[in-house]
Nanobody, 122 residues
Framework: QVQLTESGGGLVHPGNSLTLSCLHS????????MAWFRQAPGREREFVAS????????NYANSVEGRFTISRDDPKNTVYLQMNDLKPEDTAIYYC???????????????WGQGTQVTVSS
């Protein structure tokens, strides 16, 4: 059973940076597409960024494009989210998601982490 463990959250001032990490417990990390989502109080969980299993393709939400960078280190079984120029509206619980395609139904295996809190406030 794959487990994801996020770390790196905290309280920062606007304009500062944070790097989140997500450690994948399995031996097949290289097969997983990885993503970060976030959920602010009273709001639905929303997509932040994703990276394919190959690391070649990345995607970002418009709200973080140019400020956040997703990357992966396969030997360390870890995906990162570098967050620069943080804004109060980035305050949320950040969740890591791992997805692997399967050859048979349900055709996809997905795992979520427990989340890490990021608070941006002066």
């Amino acid at each position: 059973q794959v487990q994801l463990t996020e770390s790196g959250g905290g309280l920062v001032h606007p304009g500062n940076s944070l790097t989140l990490s997500c450690l994948h417990s399995g031996r097949t990390f290289v097969n997983y597409n990885m993503a970060w989502f976030r959920q602010a109080p009273g709001r639905e969980r929303e997509f932040v960024a994703s990276i394919t299993w190959s690391g070649i393709t990345t995607n970002y939400a418009n709200s973080v494009e140019g400020r956040f960078t997703i990357s992966r280190d396969d030997p360390k079984n870890t995906v990162y989210l570098q967050m620069n120029d943080l804004k109060p509206e980035d305050t949320a619980i950040y969740y890591c998601k791992a997805t692997r395609n399967l050859p048979t139904p349900p055709y996809e295996y997905t795992v979520w982490g427990q989340g890490t809190q990021v608070t941006v406030s002066s």
